[in-house]
T-cell receptor
Framework: EADIYQTPRYLVIGTGKKITLECSQT?????MYWYQQDPGMELHLIHY???????EKGDLSSESTVSRIRTEHFPLTLESARPSHTSQYLC???????????FGSGTRLTVV | KQEVTQIPAALSVPEGENLVLNCSFT??????LQWFRQDPGKGLTSLLL?????REQTSGRLNASLDKSSGRSTLYIAASQPGDSATYLC???????????FGGGTRLMVKP
């Protein structure tokens, strides 16, 4: 069983709303990641963190922001959601790349 | 920039067949390679992790091989079952960075 949790599992919201997608892991991993995946498309890295107070943007430009105040939490926030943000968002963590990566179940976001 | 390609993009086979999924990458300077399974609308489940110094890894009916010099990995599934139906993703972790580059996946359907 994966020890990385994402909430909510599904979310439908109106344009202009502020939302936060939660990601938590109980494994004490320093490294955490957010990937975006459009239906039938590849995963693209949008944010990552190597530890508390460390955040970086990934390869795919995103209007979302992240924070890492605690090791176990890596929330992603959209200040003003738009239909173009409709996608699946996947969170992952790793203690070190030697051990590979563990993914959460994802949040499927629909902005109407 | 690392590019990962998976062939075929989709595959439909009758139950019981042995099958091979292919993954190729353009930069052979990899740290390790990880195979994942993704069910529709769900997160990623790690199947096998191969370090750059390894040639293969096995888990049950799954066997993954790695030929780093030629930039290729294969995932072999023995005696396929309908429950194996899913999308299989190959992801490469480069020496230079600490993040994954994903292929587009192979959508597998195993018919009873």
């Amino acid at each position: 069983e994966a020890d990385i949790y994402q909430t909510p599992r599904y979310l439908v919201i109106g344009t202009g709303k502020k939302i936060t997608l939660e990601c938590s892991q109980t494994m004490g991993h320093d490294k955490m990641y957010w990937y975006q995946q459009d239906p039938g498309m590849e995963l693209h890295l949008i944010h990552y963190s190597y530890g508390v107070n460390s955040t970086e943007k990934g390869d795919l430009s995103s209007e979302s922001t992240v924070s890492r105040i605690r090791t176990e939490h890596f929330p992603l926030t959209l200040e003003s959601a738009r239909p173009s943000h409709t996608s699946q968002y996947l969170c992952a963590s790793s203690p070190d790349r030697f051990y590979g990566y563990t993914f959460g179940s994802g949040t499927r976001l629909t902005v109407v | 920039k690392q590019e990962v390609t998976q062939i075929p993009a989709a595959l439909s086979v009758p139950e019981g067949e042995n099958l091979v999924l292919n993954c190729s990458f353009t930069d052979s300077a990899i740290y390790n390679l990880q195979w994942f399974r993704q069910d529709p609308g769900k997160g990623l489940t790690s199947l096998l992790l191969i370090q750059s110094s390894q040639r293969e890894q096995t888990s049950g009916r799954l066997n993954a091989s790695l030929d780093k010099s030629s930039g290729r990995s294969t995932l072999y599934i023995a005696a396929s079952q309908p429950g194996d139906s899913a999308t299989y993703l190959c992801a490469v972790n480069d020496n230079a960075g600490n993040m994954l580059t994903f292929g587009g996946g192979t959508r597998l359907m195993v018919k009873p």
